[in-house]
């Protein structure tokens, strides 16, 4: 009743063949609906930039009663700021509100789909694997890759993409917008960005180790439990049941460190970012004081900066946790 060894470091397949079979086997026959829910995503993450662009002409406008430009496309009298502004925000409000519905219905159907696909190929796979291969890993592993494994594939070939695509996008459509309001700010934007993705894939790689761990550890759980209400009989005719609760019990406490270090390093991230972060929302709300006594900055420009910087920020997190979800899904597809 010994849980199968944790695969070693060495046996992982080239990930080219790998995403090439992800893509023949899964995603080749759903890519109309794959691409429609990028494309959601795409403009779910410019919108949402694009929303936060529009603070400077909405204060400018409407509490400073001034002229403004939108986009440096049109311009709106003071007179008329009152319902134009809010008529454009509203507007790409809608936008950005039906792309990501789109986004999630498409992304929903798509992975539980693919979650389904997966699951029925491992088991056809299991049933038609000759015996050798069957008794040497106990049917608690087999059980674990068709509930656990399959479901962190869908969340990496998925969500992951398609977010990673909207969070990415959103980052380039915010720092766009961020070196159009003021390109000196957002050099200065720049210096912390390296910092904050040093700590995020520090954090990132202790997350993909204990993962790992977990879904080995989750393995033996599935083993350890079936070994046992398969044998139940013999337990009890031998009196086992302290013996056998202690079994399980270190592998439920094996299992739960790897799951508590991998909540740890996700928890612990966001806070050290966020103290970069600050530090550099310092340097810039001290240069843009600065500009703004010089009359080079107004008001509006401010709180859209600061807006866009904050956006910068949470997308940048995002877009590293993502690369942490697709090394989990990439994981799970080797197993």
């Given amino acids: 009743m010994t ?3 944790a695969p070693a470091a060495d046996d992982k397949p080239p990930l080219r063949p790998l995403l090439a079979r992800i893509w023949r086997d899964y995603l080749s026959r759903r890519r109309a ?27 400018d406008g409407l509490f400073l009663e001034r002229p403004v430009s939108i986009w440096r496309v049109f311009t709106i009298p003071p007179e008329q700021a009152l319902t134009a502004i809010p008529l454009v925000i509203v507007c790409a409000a809608l936008i950005w509100t039906v792309a990501a ?28 694997a000759d015996l050798a291969r069957l008794r040497s890993q106990h049917s608690g592993g087999f059980v674990s890759s068709v509930l656990f494994d399959a479901n962190l594939v869908r969340e990496a070939f998925t969500n992951g993409v398609v977010n990673y695509t909207q969070h990415a996008l959103t980052l380039i459509a915010v720092l766009g917008y961020m070196a159009w ?10 210096t912390g960005a390296p910092v904050i993705s040093w700590v ?9 180790k204990a993962t790992t761990g977990a879904m080995v550890e989750t393995s033996n759980l599935s083993t350890a439990l079936m070994e046992n209400l398969d044998g139940v009989r013999l337990i009890k ?17 094996r299992r739960q460190r790897h799951v508590i270090k991998s909540a740890d390093s996700r928890a612990f991230a966001g806070p050290f970012s966020n103290l970069v972060a600050m530090i550099v929302v310092a340097a810039v709300m001290a240069y843009a004081g600065w500009q703004a006594r010089q009359g080079e900055m107004s008001v509006g420009a401010f709180a859209a900066y600061i807006g866009l910087l904050m956006a910068a920020g949470q997308s940048l997190r995002q877009v590293t946790n993502l690369q942490t979800v697709m090394s989990e899904g990439l994981t799970a597809a080797r197993r």
């Fill in 200 to 208: 995020m894939r520090r954090f990132g790689k202790r997350m993909r």
């Fill in 101 to 128: 519905l789109g986004q999630a219905a498409l992304v929903n159907r798509l992975g539980h789909g693919i979650v389904g696909d997966i699951q029925v190929r491992l088991f056809g796979s299991m049933i038609r």
């Fill in 237 to 253: 005719i031998e009196n086992r049941e302290a013996a056998e609760e202690a079994r399980v019990g270190e592998v439920v406490a």
């Fill in 3 to 5: 849980p199968p060894p």
């Fill in 181 to 190: 309001t003021d390109w000196r700010l957002t050099l200065i934007v720049l």
């Fill in 33 to 59: 609906p794959l691409f429609l829910s990028i494309l959601c995503a795409a403009i779910v993450g410019i919108m949402a930039a694009t929303v936060l662009q529009l603070l400077e002409p909405a204060i």
